[in-house]
Nanobody, 126 residues
Framework: QLQLVESGGGLVQPGGSLRLSCAAS????????IGWFRQAPGKEREGVSC????????YYADSVKGRFTISRDNAKNTVNLQMNSLKPEDTAVYYC???????????????????WGQGTQVTVSS
């Protein structure tokens, strides 16, 4: 059974940066497409950024384009999300998720992901 653990969340001031990491155990991460999702209080969970199994394609939500970068290191069994120029509206619990079927194009639809981590809190506030 694939298990995912997120790390790197915390409190940061507006304009600051954080780097989230998703570590996998139980199965090699290279077999899965990976996504980062977030959920703010009172809102639905939304796709932030996703990457295909090979890393050949990525997706970014419009709200984070140009500020966030997703990357994967299959040798280390990790996927990272570099978040720059953070805004208060980025405040949410961030989740890492994996899906076994990886199309050529990155897909960032919540319901298509099979495995989920417990989440890490990101708070952007002065």
């Amino acid at each position: 059974q694939l298990q995912l653990v997120e790390s790197g969340g915390g409190l940061v001031q507006p304009g600051g940066s954080l780097r989230l990491s998703c570590a996998a155990s139980g199965f090699p991460l290279r077999y899965y497409a990976i996504g980062w999702f977030r959920q703010a209080p009172g809102k639905e969970r939304e796709g932030v950024s996703c990457i295909t199994r090979t890393g050949g394609d990525t997706y970014y939500a419009d709200s984070v384009k140009g500020r966030f970068t997703i990357s994967r290191d299959n040798a280390k069994n990790t996927v990272n999300l570099q978040m720059n120029s953070l805004k208060p509206e980025d405040t949410a619990v961030y989740y890492c998720a994996a899906r076994g079927f990886s199309p050529v194009q990155a897909v960032c639809v919540t319901s298509t992901y099979d495995y989920w981590g417990q989440g890490t809190q990101v708070t952007v506030s002065s």
